[in-house]
């Protein structure tokens, strides 16, 4: 059973940069097929989803985010991270990192596994 | 990018009773593989999110079989045969046919 465990600040200044980290176990990030993501939810909001990327390298963001996000992976350490620059009050959320669902050879989107969740919050 | 509207965006439902929650997207989820991906998870305060269904219909290893998910093209539907108490929370359909995947703005599911 695969977990995942998202670390990190949980306060950023604005205009500086979100650094998450999600340390995944009981599976391996260069196992083929699966696509791994972040996702997170604002105080009293919906869900949001930030990025994705395959094992096999392709990465996508979420066009509104798409100047400012990064997802940098380290396989050698099983992990995957989240940067977000140039934040502001309105990236204080908590976020998830999240495997997607893939059974049978295909992947059918978010949340075969998910992290706990981490609370950021931006404030000065 | 896909809109998805979810309606109600609030149901008051009485314990035992059904439940029924309605999903629309902008654009047909048809992939062109054939597949839609369309999606159901289920959110509790305090806790990530669980995936109930996905490729419309089918339900996750351990989803009770109350939860029932159908639909084609841009309408989709999850029902709850007869809610329970631990049922309380907010749904959200998604979509995973194409990037950026776009979440409803979410029903939230309470005990009358």
């Known amino acids: 059973q695969v977990q995942l465990q998202e670390s990190g600040p949980g306060l950023v200044k604005p205009s500086e940069t979100l650094s998450l980290t999600c340390t995944v176990s009981?599976?391996?990030?260069?196992?083929?097929?699966?696509?791994w993501g972040w996702v997170r939810q604002p105080p009293g909001k919906g869900l949001e989803w930030l990025g994705s990327f395959s094992s096999g390298g392709r990465t996508y963001y979420s066009p509104s985010l798409e100047t400012r996000i990064t997802i940098p992976v380290d396989t050698s350490k099983n992990q995957f991270s989240l940067k977000l620059t140039s934040v502001t009050a309105a990236d204080t959320a908590v976020y998830y990192c999240?495997?997607?669902?893939?059974?049978?050879?295909?992947?059918?989107?978010?949340?075969?596994?998910w992290g706990q969740g981490t609370l950021v919050t931006v404030s000065s | 990018d896909i809109v998805m509207t979810q309606t109600p965006l609030s149901s008051p439902v009485t314990l035992g009773q059904p439940a029924s929650i309605s999903c629309r997207s902008s654009?047909?989820?048809?992939?062109?593989?054939?597949?839609?991906?369309l999606s159901w998870l289920q959110k509790r305060p305090g806790q990530p999110p669980r995936l109930l269904i996905y490729k419309i219909s089918n339900r996750l290893s351990g989803v009770p079989d109350r939860f029932s998910g159908s639909g084609a093209g841009t309408d989709f539907t999850l029902k709850i045969s007869r809610v329970e108490a631990e049922d309380v929370g907010v749904y959200y359909c998604v979509q995973a046919t194409q990037f950026p995947y776009t979440f409803g703005q979410g029903t939230k599911l309470e005990i009358k």
């Open positions: 009981g599976g391996s990030l260069s196992s083929s097929g699966y696509y």
């Open positions: 654009q047909s989820l048809e992939h062109s593989n054939g597949n839609t991906y």
């Open positions: 999240a495997r997607h669902y893939c059974t049978g050879g295909n992947c059918y989107g978010l949340g075969g596994s």
